[in-house]
């Protein structure tokens, strides 16, 4: 592989605190708590795709329309 050579403005990045947080969340070990990453089996998939599916049959063309 050959040497990347990087403007001197970019030497003092560091990396994203978020990015390496979210490295850690696909550990079994891990609890988060966080926000936005909240455990996949707590969906309510059976229910939501119920009201989805009234919400497209009473009232597809306004749901879907992008104005």
């Known amino acids: 592989?050959?040497?990347?050579?990087?403007?001197?403005?970019?030497?003092?990045?560091?990396?994203?605190?978020?990015?390496?947080?979210f490295k850690l969340l696909g550990n079994p070990e891990i609890i988060s708590f966080a926000g936005g990453a909240p455990a996949p089996e707590i969906f309510p998939v059976g229910e939501l795709s119920e009201i989805a599916r009234?919400?497209?049959l009473e009232k597809g063309d306004r749901a879907l329309h992008t104005e």
């Open 1 to 21: 592989m050959e040497n990347l050579v990087f403007a001197d403005r970019v030497s003092s990045l560091e990396g994203s605190a978020i990015r390496e947080m």
């Open 54 to 56: 009234e919400v497209l």
